[in-house]
């Protein structure tokens, strides 16, 4: 039996479309072939749409350890994410250094006078 999509399956923001059940993701209505990681990287970001997310707390979520090794392996594939996800707008991966990271929208600023 084939079950119908949910909007609980989908998380869209801006033009990036997250599906759940089927581990798709599409950025202005084409595919982006993400890996098992990355998709998980992403979701976590997704979960805590426009905050930061700790070093740590991500290592331990993606790989059950926290440490440098990690902490490269995390810095790795939020790089080949982003590369993935550059035509996303207005959201993107951000970097706090120090901090984390977050999958935060941009800041739309007035013209100047």
Same mark, same amino acid.
């Given at each position: 039996m084939v079950r119908s999509e949910t909007p609980d399956d989908e998380l869209v923001f801006g033009n990036v479309r997250v599906n759940l059940r089927t581990f798709g993701v599409m950025v202005r209505d084409k595919?982006?072939? /993400? !890996?098992?990681y990355e998709f998980e990287l992403l979701?976590?970001?997704?979960?805590e749409v426009d905050r930061i997310v700790n070093y740590d707390a991500l290592c331990q979520s993606?790989?059950?350890s926290i440490g440098q090794?990690?902490?490269?392996?995390l810095?790795?594939?939020?790089?080949?994410?982003?590369?993935? /996800? !550059?035509?996303?707008?207005p959201y993107r991966v951000e970097t706090v250094r120090g901090r984390g990271y977050g999958f935060i929208a941009a800041q739309v600023?007035?013209?100047?006078?």
């Amino acid at each position: 039996m084939v079950r119908s999509e949910t909007p609980d399956d989908e998380l869209v923001f801006g033009n990036v479309r997250v599906n759940l059940r089927t581990f798709g993701v599409m950025v202005r209505d084409k595919a982006v072939d /993400l !890996t098992f990681y990355e998709f998980e990287l992403l979701r976590l970001l997704c979960r805590e749409v426009d905050r930061i997310v700790n070093y740590d707390a991500l290592c331990q979520s993606l790989w059950s350890s926290i440490g440098q090794k990690e902490r490269r392996r995390l810095s790795v594939a939020i790089c080949r994410l982003r590369a993935k /996800l !550059t035509a996303s707008w207005p959201y993107r991966v951000e970097t706090v250094r120090g901090r984390g990271y977050g999958f935060i929208a941009a800041q739309v600023r007035p013209a100047q006078a």
